[in-house]
């Protein structure tokens, strides 16, 4: 998570496209991709961020009941 926060925040404030993050931070584009896929998360060029998709999903219709409902 740290290596999410870190890029974001310098995707945010320094640079235009996760191409010249990579370039001016001497970093492996495909690294950064794989490492961060590896938790769910893609780069968006239309935000200039990497963000997850765990809200894309709709909640399962058949969710376990608990004994309580």
């Not at 235009?16 to 961060?36: M, N, Q, R, T």
């Not at 060029?45 to 894309?56: A, K, M």
Request: charged letters at 30%; a negative charge; hydrophobic letters at 30%.
């Amino acid at each position: 998570m740290i290596l999410l926060s870190y890029v974001n925040l310098k995707l945010r404030d320094f640079y235009p496209d996760l191409d010249s993050f990579c370039a001016g931070e001497c970093v492996d584009k495909d690294y950064i991709l794989d490492k961060l896929e590896s938790i769910d998360y893609d780069y968006d060029p239309n935000t200039n961020q990497f963000q997850t998709h765990w809200g894309d999903y709709a909640y399962p219709d058949e969710r376990p009941k608990f004994p309580w409902e």
